[in-house]
């Protein structure tokens, strides 16, 4: 018996399984539906969609380099306990290297993709018939070239910077000098390079929320437009040197900007080094925490 695309999405809708694994089902069991819908239920995968649904907001972020490859990715679970155990670091590791090694274009390519000839939405799977949470790949990013990494607090930050540099990569120096940046960015949180990359739709955004500001406050309602004009130019400059990772104050140093520091740096190494780009993941930011209710949730099973 034949299937469709059609009849994977209609098992997706049936299962709330992933498409992999409803086609992998219905390969199986030659199309038939009912048996697609048990083989899945077999394998554990039914009950996984059950709690899919479920708030998946701890894990493990890890930037790591291999070769000339870095990669930064975020796996997450519904309980810190999991997120901690032997086998979901395991995982985070081996997730990290397919990306390294196979560079998927997005999440859904990465679950496609096989290592050793198991792919890694069966990984994932695995270790989810051994803890029964909820666990995702949220999100990854692949650098190519020079690239530093930094991992904070176990997890909690994952930082990866691409440098543009003559500079050996091995040299004591830029070691430090890329470590420094990448610590920068997990403590500071810059949101873009530099103040050319800032849309310029978000400046503009900006000066409204300040001439709004302005006009509220007595003291600066009743002053000249031209007046006015050069304050939020003050202002929009002070945003650019909090949200610019080059226009930033250094952490380690106050005296230097992060691109001056850069500039100190290169000059003693005798060499050029520009930062290209970054990306920086905190653990289960933006997303829903998990609150139980111990007393609920035992009531709930009683009912």
Known sequence: MTFTAKDVQALREKTGCGMMDCKKALT?????????????????????????????????????VYGNVGVVVELNAETDFVANSDAFKELTEKVAKVIADKAPADVEALLACEENGVTVADMIQEVFLAVRENIKVRRFERYEGIVSTYVHAGGKIGVMVKFDTNADAENAVFKELSKDIAMQIAAVNPQYLNREAVPAEVIEKEKEILIGQMKEDPKMANKPEQILGKIVEGKIGKYYSENCLLEQEFVKNGDFTVEKYIESKAKEIGADVKVVSFVRFEKGEGLEKRNDNFADEVAGMIK
């Open 28 to 64: 199986e069991t030659d199309g038939n539906m009912d048996a697609a819908v048990d083989f899945l239920r077999e394998k554990g995968l039914a009950q996984q969609a059950k709690k899919s649904g479920r708030i998946a907001a701890e894990g493990l972020v890890l930037a790591k």
